[in-house]
């Protein structure tokens, strides 16, 4: 069965984005975007809270008319405008990019997807992981450790009543710092 997995850059001191919701400061060259197109060009579809759909949805549908744009990002517009994406949100009223909007983390609908689904679904976004991980929902952690101290803004792993015990199942060095970390739970088939 397909499984959900927590895709997420954040700084060394835990924050997927600065004050003001600033990720200016995420390392991403050529090498890791060509990884991430080609993990994300794996995926089933895409599962994210409002506000990273609004962030990519400027950009992504037609970054790769721009010609000055390099090939890993033309690349990359393609697979996000084509992937399936499901919007966590209770204030969007629709989207666009083959998107859909679902109101609410609900357990039964999220299992219910992952066995029509074609592939892993990958999560992404701080408010809707915070939901999965509250809820169990979560197999995979893919988690890209920049080499910057943030200082505040949001933590990827909020403070909540669950623990995880995990083994890591792969790591990467990137040439630009960035750190890849993947790991999994411990109990086969078990997301706690």
Same mark, same amino acid.
């Given at each position: 069965?397909?499984? /959900?997995?927590?895709?997420?850059? /954040?700084?060394?001191?835990?924050?997927?984005?600065?004050?003001?919701?600033?990720?200016?400061?995420?390392?991403?060259? %050529?090498?890791?975007?060509?990884?991430?197109?080609?993990?994300?060009?794996? @995926?089933?579809?895409?599962?994210?809270?409002?506000?990273?759909?609004?962030?990519?949805?400027?950009?992504?549908?037609?970054?790769?008319?721009?010609?000055?744009?390099?090939?890993?990002?033309?690349?990359?517009?393609?697979?996000?405008?084509?992937?399936?994406?499901?919007?966590?949100?209770?204030?969007?009223?629709?989207?666009?990019?083959?998107?859909?909007?679902?109101?609410?983390?609900?357990?039964?609908?999220?299992? +219910?997807?992952?066995?029509? =689904?074609?592939?892993?679904?990958?999560?992404?976004?701080?408010?809707? %992981?915070?939901? @999965?991980?509250?809820?169990?929902?979560?197999?995979?952690?893919?988690?890209?450790?920049?080499?910057?101290?943030?200082?505040?803004?949001?933590?990827?792993?909020?403070?909540?009543? @669950?623990? %995880?015990?995990?083994?890591? =199942?792969?790591?990467?060095?990137?040439?630009?710092?960035?750190?890849?970390?993947?790991?999994?739970?411990? +109990?086969?088939? %078990?997301?706690?």
């Amino acid at each position: 069965m397909p499984k /959900i997995v927590l895709m997420m850059n /954040i700084s060394l001191d835990g924050f997927v984005e600065g004050p003001g919701h600033d990720i200016s400061w995420h390392c991403v060259d %050529a090498e890791i975007h060509q990884h991430f197109n080609g993990t994300i060009r794996q @995926f089933g579809a895409l599962l994210t809270g409002r506000r990273t759909y609004e962030l990519m949805a400027r950009y992504w549908p037609t970054a790769d008319m721009d010609p000055n744009v390099s090939a890993v990002t033309a690349e990359f517009a393609g697979i996000w405008r084509h992937i399936p994406k499901v919007v966590y949100s209770r204030t969007l009223l629709g989207a666009d990019w083959n998107a859909t909007v679902v109101r609410d983390v609900v357990p039964e609908e999220v299992r +219910a997807l992952k066995e029509r =689904a074609h592939g892993d679904l990958g999560l992404g976004g701080a408010g809707v %992981a915070a939901e @999965f991980l509250r809820l169990g929902l979560v197999d995979e952690y893919r988690i890209y450790v920049h080499p910057v101290l943030v200082g505040h803004g949001t933590r990827l792993f909020p403070q909540a009543d @669950f623990t %995880a015990s995990l083994r890591l =199942a792969e790591s990467r060095s990137f040439g630009n710092g960035v750190e890849f970390l993947h790991y999994v739970p411990n +109990a086969v088939g %078990a997301a706690w």
